[in-house]
């Protein structure tokens, strides 16, 4: 069986524009063009009440999350020049309202809103928020009690991190000129509104690298509501806080006020004028205390001196005099006078008999052949002292040529250079020259001492 259809209505292969046809193909940049000119016309400003999801923030600066409720979700973007200017960070399962308009993004075919602003939706919302956040970071155990100093006992110089036009600012300043001054340092920073969380941050973390280093340093601001002092809620004022090397006090509102911050510092404030009390002792206490502690010091070793004298009276009063104390000594003195005489000419005559039976066993024969074999020793000494004798071979034919000032002549090079030479025998000098001249006799001979051979029988007993 088969249907036939009119002409116009089959399809064909090729498209088929009839002349004065009122609907023309639209390309697909034209339709998606078109559907955003109707959205954006349609919705140019809507508000949206959703939960946070997947949120992401770009390199760019950009934001990209998605808006949800239990039913629908909606893509969001937020630019870089208005993220700068949100007063929180947004992050996942935040309830807020955005205000914005919706736009189409024609290379996926999705439509989204382009936040311009977003805000927490209502107290509630914006207190979950807190909750949430204080359990992630306490889970990273920034909030630990281990974590926390010391506070200095005395901080030379103190770092306020506030607002310079506040009373905050003049209410720390008086408090601790009134207690104990100190030199302060003051960061100024907004605390409150657009970028003052960035800058809260910043200062605390500009403070850790002053030199010479600061001793204490305190976080303040005036009270408010939990709109006012949210910055102090921020996650990178609360790092910075936990990071600081330098001991912190928190002071952010009024005693009922809480923030972050407080769990993270090393000591919570319930004002800011209580940070400076806490901040330093009452000078006028302690030049008190100091007084007091030297009074009872002064005291305390006057007592001493006193109980140190008493026993030494006691115990001098007991002490035996001089003369009782040396009796003995003197007595023991004169008796070994009186018996040293006695005891010395006993000595004596024991020494004496000693040496009568001694002296009877020496015999003169050992005496006399000692000596004998000295006197050999020393002949045998004299004998080699002769034949070695510069003037002996003089006896034997020999002569000794010298110049006429004395000096001994053993070459005939020195002999001729010299000329005039004298020779020397055994019974004395004659002058002569070296081409066999007679010369003029002009120096006396020097009268020789007469060799005198060595005499054997003098000795030293001692060099035996």
């Not at 929180?88 to 807020?96: H, I, L, M, Q, T």
């Not at 306020?160 to 207690?179: C, M, N, Y």
Request: glycine share 8%; aromatic share 4%.
């Amino acid at each position: 069986m088969s249907i036939n259809l009119p002409e116009d209505t089959r399809s064909g292969l090729l498209a088929n524009v009839a002349p004065g046809d009122n609907s023309p193909a639209l390309s697909v940049s034209e339709l998606s063009g078109a559907l955003k000119r109707t959205v954006e016309n349609a919705f140019g400003q809507v508000r949206v009440r959703g939960e946070i999801s997947g949120f992401k923030r770009h390199s760019s600066g950009h934001c990209y999350f998605t808006l949800k409720d239990e039913n629908a979700c909606i893509d969001a973007v937020i630019w870089r020049t208005s993220a700068g200017a949100l007063a929180f960070r947004p992050e996942d399962g935040a309830e807020v309202v955005a205000t914005g308009k919706l736009t189409t993004y024609p290379g996926r075919s999705k439509y989204q809103i382009v936040v311009e602003r977003m805000e927490l939706a209502g107290e509630g919302a914006l207190l979950a928020l807190l909750e949430k956040r204080r359990k992630a970071l306490a889970a990273e155990g920034l909030f630990d009690a281990a974590r926390k100093r010391k506070l200095p006992f005395l901080p030379r110089v103190i770092g306020v991190v506030s607002s310079p036009t506040g009373a905050v600012i003049r209410d720390i300043l008086h408090r601790l000129e009134d207690r104990c001054p100190t030199h302060v340092i003051l960061w100024p920073v907004p605390v409150q509104g657009e970028g003052a969380a960035a800058k809260i941050a910043a200062a605390i973390r500009a403070f850790a690298t002053l030199e010479p280093r600061l001793d204490l340093l305190i976080v303040a601001r005036g009270g408010g509501s939990i709109e006012d002092l949210w910055a102090f809620n921020e996650e990178e004022v609360v790092r910075a806080v936990a990071e600081s090397p330098i001991p912190l006090i928190s002071a952010v509102g009024h005693e009922t006020d809480t923030t972050l911050i407080d769990f993270a510092s090393d000591l919570r404030a319930p004002t800011p004028t209580a940070a400076a009390e806490l901040a330093v002792p009452v000078r006028s206490e302690l030049v008190a205390q100091l007084g007091e502690l030297q009074h009872r010091a002064q005291h305390c070793l006057a007592r001493r001196i006193d109980r140190q004298r008493e026993r030494f009276e006691l115990v001098t009063c007991r002490w035996p005099t001089a003369a009782t104390m040396f009796a003995p000594t003197v007595q023991r003195l004169d008796e070994i006078g009186e018996r040293l005489p006695r005891s010395l000419a006993a000595r004596a005559g024991s020494a004496r008999g000693d040496l009568n039976l001694v002296a009877g066993r020496l015999r003169s024969d050992l005496i006399d052949q000692r000596i004998a074999r000295l006197g050999e020793r020393l002949a045998a000494a004299w004998k080699m002292a002769e034949l070695a004798h510069p003037e002996r071979p003089l006896s034997k034919g020999y002569v000794r040529v010298t110049s006429r000032d004395g000096t001994t002549l053993t070459t005939a090079a020195a002999a001729s250079a010299a000329q005039r030479l004298t020779l020397r025998f055994g019974d004395g000098p004659v002058d002569a020259t070296v081409d066999g001249a007679t010369a003029p006799r002009t120096v006396e001979p020097k009268r020789r001492k007469p060799y005198i051979a060595p005499q054997p029988g003098l000795f030293d007993p001692a060099e035996e």
